[in-house]
Protein backbone atom coordinates (compact mmCIF):
# COMPACT_ATOMS: atom_id res chain seq x y z
CA UNK A 1 0.00 0.00 0.00
CA UNK A 2 1.10 3.77 -0.66
CA UNK A 3 2.84 5.09 2.20
CA UNK A 4 0.74 8.77 1.37
CA UNK A 5 -2.57 6.48 1.59
CA UNK A 6 -1.14 4.73 5.08
CA UNK A 7 -0.71 8.10 6.57
CA UNK A 8 -4.29 9.44 5.17
CA UNK A 9 -5.77 6.99 6.64
CA UNK A 10 -3.84 6.79 9.69
CA UNK A 11 -4.50 10.89 10.17
CA UNK A 12 -8.55 10.02 9.67
CA UNK A 13 -8.52 7.24 11.59
CA UNK A 14 -6.95 9.32 14.31
CA UNK A 15 -8.58 12.80 13.82
CA UNK A 16 -12.36 11.13 13.99
CA UNK A 17 -11.64 9.80 17.51
CA UNK A 18 -10.75 12.87 18.46
CA UNK A 19 -13.75 14.57 16.79
CA UNK A 20 -15.94 12.08 18.31
CA UNK A 21 -15.28 11.73 21.92
CA UNK A 22 -18.27 11.90 22.66
CA UNK A 23 -19.54 8.76 21.56
CA UNK A 24 -17.03 6.75 22.86
CA UNK A 25 -18.45 4.06 25.44
CA UNK A 26 -15.50 4.21 27.77
CA UNK A 27 -13.07 6.20 30.26
CA UNK A 28 -10.73 8.42 28.10
CA UNK A 29 -7.83 9.62 29.91
CA UNK A 30 -5.82 12.87 29.25
CA UNK A 31 -3.03 11.42 28.69
CA UNK A 32 -4.32 9.66 25.63
CA UNK A 33 -6.12 12.25 24.38
CA UNK A 34 -2.90 14.03 25.04
CA UNK A 35 -0.48 11.49 22.86
CA UNK A 36 -2.47 11.28 20.30
CA UNK A 37 -3.15 15.08 19.83
CA UNK A 38 0.87 14.89 19.16
CA UNK A 39 0.44 12.43 16.93
CA UNK A 40 -2.41 13.96 14.69
CA UNK A 41 0.15 17.48 14.94
CA UNK A 42 2.76 15.46 13.49
CA UNK A 43 0.72 14.04 11.01
CA UNK A 44 -0.75 17.56 9.57
CA UNK A 45 2.77 19.05 9.17
CA UNK A 46 4.30 16.04 7.65
CA UNK A 47 1.66 16.26 5.05
CA UNK A 48 0.32 19.66 4.78
CA UNK A 49 2.84 20.43 1.78
CA UNK A 50 2.42 16.88 0.11
CA UNK A 51 -0.06 17.12 -2.80
CA UNK A 52 -1.72 14.20 -4.54
CA UNK A 53 -1.17 13.04 -7.68
CA UNK A 54 -4.74 13.15 -9.16
CA UNK A 55 -8.21 14.39 -7.82
CA UNK A 56 -9.09 11.63 -5.78
CA UNK A 57 -5.61 11.24 -4.19
CA UNK A 58 -5.38 15.20 -3.25
CA UNK A 59 -9.23 14.71 -2.18
CA UNK A 60 -8.56 11.97 0.58
CA UNK A 61 -5.27 13.93 1.69
CA UNK A 62 -6.89 17.17 2.01
CA UNK A 63 -9.82 15.28 3.96
CA UNK A 64 -7.50 14.09 6.12
CA UNK A 65 -5.44 17.51 7.03
CA UNK A 66 -8.81 19.47 7.38
CA UNK A 67 -10.07 16.60 9.94
CA UNK A 68 -6.70 16.53 11.73
CA UNK A 69 -6.26 20.50 11.93
CA UNK A 70 -10.16 20.12 13.45
CA UNK A 71 -8.90 17.41 16.18
CA UNK A 72 -5.67 19.17 17.23
CA UNK A 73 -5.33 22.09 19.94
CA UNK A 74 -4.95 24.87 17.52
CA UNK A 75 -1.16 25.49 16.94
CA UNK A 76 -0.18 28.77 15.39
CA UNK A 77 -1.55 29.33 11.88
CA UNK A 78 -3.89 26.44 12.16
CA UNK A 79 -6.68 28.50 10.73
CA UNK A 80 -4.51 29.93 7.50
CA UNK A 81 -3.64 26.34 6.89
CA UNK A 82 -7.19 25.49 7.60
CA UNK A 83 -8.21 27.87 4.86
CA UNK A 84 -4.99 26.55 1.99
CA UNK A 85 -6.27 23.27 2.73
CA UNK A 86 -9.77 24.80 2.27
CA UNK A 87 -8.78 26.27 -1.23
CA UNK A 88 -7.03 23.08 -2.18
CA UNK A 89 -10.70 21.31 -1.87
CA UNK A 90 -12.46 23.75 -3.84
CA UNK A 91 -10.18 23.48 -6.58
CA UNK A 92 -10.58 20.01 -7.42
CA UNK A 93 -14.38 19.82 -5.77
CA UNK A 94 -15.98 19.49 -9.27
CA UNK A 95 -13.64 17.03 -10.53
CA UNK A 96 -15.19 14.36 -8.16
CA UNK A 97 -17.99 11.88 -8.89
CA UNK A 98 -20.72 11.74 -6.60
CA UNK A 99 -18.70 9.25 -3.99
CA UNK A 100 -18.49 8.74 -0.40
CA UNK A 101 -15.24 10.70 -0.72
CA UNK A 102 -16.65 13.67 -2.43
CA UNK A 103 -19.64 13.53 0.55
CA UNK A 104 -17.35 13.51 3.49
CA UNK A 105 -15.19 16.58 1.55
CA UNK A 106 -18.70 18.59 1.07
CA UNK A 107 -19.83 17.72 4.76
CA UNK A 108 -16.24 18.94 6.53
CA UNK A 109 -15.89 21.63 4.04
CA UNK A 110 -19.55 22.53 4.96
CA UNK A 111 -18.81 22.62 8.83
CA UNK A 112 -15.98 24.91 8.12
CA UNK A 113 -17.89 27.68 5.71
CA UNK A 114 -21.87 27.09 6.37
CA UNK A 115 -22.14 27.10 2.78
CA UNK A 116 -26.09 25.45 2.40
CA UNK A 117 -25.12 24.29 -1.15
CA UNK A 118 -22.67 22.57 0.28
CA UNK A 119 -24.84 20.04 2.75
CA UNK A 120 -27.45 19.91 0.13
CA UNK A 121 -25.31 18.14 -2.80
CA UNK A 122 -23.99 16.21 0.13
CA UNK A 123 -28.03 15.05 1.00
CA UNK A 124 -28.04 14.85 -2.53
CA UNK A 125 -25.46 11.71 -2.94
CA UNK A 126 -26.43 10.49 0.32
CA UNK A 127 -29.93 10.22 -1.06
CA UNK A 128 -28.40 8.53 -4.38
CA UNK A 129 -27.67 6.02 -2.15
CA UNK A 130 -31.08 4.87 -0.22
CA UNK A 131 -32.12 3.17 -2.58
CA UNK A 132 -29.88 0.53 -2.01
CA UNK A 133 -29.19 0.73 1.98
CA UNK A 134 -26.14 2.28 3.13
CA UNK A 135 -23.20 0.90 3.65
CA UNK A 136 -21.78 1.11 7.64
CA UNK A 137 -19.28 4.16 6.15
CA UNK A 138 -22.19 5.76 4.15
CA UNK A 139 -24.42 5.50 7.06
CA UNK A 140 -21.16 6.93 9.51
CA UNK A 141 -20.86 10.09 7.33
CA UNK A 142 -24.58 10.70 6.68
CA UNK A 143 -24.88 10.89 10.87
CA UNK A 144 -22.05 13.12 10.46
CA UNK A 145 -24.07 15.66 8.60
CA UNK A 146 -26.67 15.24 10.71
CA UNK A 147 -24.19 15.66 13.90
CA UNK A 148 -22.76 18.95 12.23
CA UNK A 149 -26.00 20.37 10.98
CA UNK A 150 -26.87 20.04 15.22
CA UNK A 151 -24.09 21.96 16.50
CA UNK A 152 -25.23 25.18 18.20
CA UNK A 153 -23.04 27.58 15.43
CA UNK A 154 -25.40 26.93 12.29
Given amino acids: ?17 QLF ?8 YADDISRVNTEIRHLVDALFPVRGKD ?5 ALCLSLLMGY ?11 KKQIILDRIFRILNQLSPSLLKCQLLIYCYGEVLDEALADEANEIINSWQERGLTKEEQKIAETLEYVHSQPCN
Fill in 55 to 59: AEQEA
Fill in 21 to 28: LDYIDEPV
Fill in 70 to 80: NAVIYGQDDDK
Fill in 1 to 17: MDTLQVQVEKLQRLARQ
